[in-house]
């Protein structure tokens, strides 16, 4: 069973920061990708960073030079940092995790964490 628990998510004013956090635990052998989704109310989800194992991080221009997505390999974790926030950055993060399960067995799984609420606002 493989689990991803995300945290840092809350209140922040726009201009502010805040990180998120999201640690995988459980039966992984390799992880291929780990990223960063959001659904705004009445918007579809949508892909804000995604760092691809062995290759450069890519953004959503929206918030290209303010959110930085970093990953601890030793860790399973990936981390985004987002600065000078806005009120369209208001959403709900996901982290979503691509991996292999076994040396034997090569399909990818995709996993999704629980969600967490970022609401920019004064």
């Known amino acids: 069973q493989v689990q991803l628990v995300e945290s840092g998510g809350g209140l922040v004013q726009p201009g502010g920061s805040l990180r998120l956090t999201c640690e995988a635990s459980?039966?992984?052998?390799?992880?291929?990708?780990m990223a960063w989704y959001r659904q705004a109310p009445g918007k579809p989800r949508e892909l804000v960073a995604s760092?691809?194992?062995?290759?450069?991080?890519t953004y959503a221009d929206s918030v290209k030079g303010r959110f930085t997505i970093s990953r601890d390999n030793a860790k399973n974790t990936v981390l985004l940092q987002m600065n000078s926030l806005k009120s369209e950055d208001t959403a709900v993060y996901y982290c979503?995790?691509?991996?292999?399960?076994?040396?034997?067995?090569?399909?990818?799984?995709?996993?999704w964490g629980q969600g967490t609420q970022v609401t920019v606002s004064t």
């Open positions: 979503q995790m691509r991996a292999r399960r076994s040396t034997y067995d090569p399909t990818t799984y995709i996993y």
């Open positions: 760092s691809l194992s062995g290759s450069s991080p």
């Open positions: 459980g039966n992984i052998f390799a992880i291929i990708s």
